[in-house]
């Protein structure tokens, strides 16, 4: 690998971390275990986390709330070209949301057959990448990056 290749490989580490970490307090706050961040190269832009229970609102998952609020708080355009580091597998609805925000990359940590195992519930069992496969422009999809730590975060919220 490069320097700068080693460079961003150090990065994706530490947002993968704190999407993960958002996934834990979204459990914490009685949310579905997710988290996600929005960044450029190093520079961490945006945190969001799951909050379809608290915010009663079945489209709130973690990539959706992480656009919303990072487009008004930045402005839509900020977000083109980004990359999002999400701590599950981003569903359908999230692969779409982000292809429409210009997001040029999405990272995530454990797969949609991990989040199956680990929550049940209704299943959309799409893979990210097939999602975004013909999408134009193309969106990069990487996976599973801290696998084990995204898997471990996968708890479901008490009550
Ligand atoms: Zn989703």
């Known amino acids: ?3 700068s290749d080693t460079e961003q490989a150090a990065h994706d580490v530490a947002h993968m971390r704190r ?3 958002a996934a834990r307090e979204a459990t914490r706050a009685g949310d579905m275990p997710f988290g996600a961040v929005l960044a450029r190269g190093d520079t961490e832009l945006f945190v ?3 909050e379809q229970h608290t915010g009663a609102d079945c489209t709130a998952h973690a990539e959706v709330v992480l656009i919303r609020r ?15 580091y999400a701590s599950g ?13 210009g997001i040029a990359r999405i990272v995530f940590a ?3 057959d991990d989040i199956e195992r680990a929550l049940g519930g209704s299943r959309l069992p799409i893979r990210c990448a097939a999602v975004l496969a013909t999408a ?4 990069l999809v990487e996976g599973p990056l801290l696998h084990e730590e995204g898997v471990a975060a996968l708890v479901l919220p008490e009550g």
């Open 1 to 3: 690998m490069s320097d």
């Open 19 to 21: 999407a993960i970490c």
């Open 48 to 50: 969001a986390r799951n």
């Open 70 to 84: 990072a487009a008004a708080a930045l402005g839509a355009t900020a977000l083109i070209g980004t990359t999002v």
């Open 89 to 101: 597998e981003p569903c359908a609805m999230c692969a779409g949301a982000m292809f429409w925000a």
């Open 110 to 112: 454990a797969t949609t």
């Open 136 to 139: 134009r422009p193309s969106v």
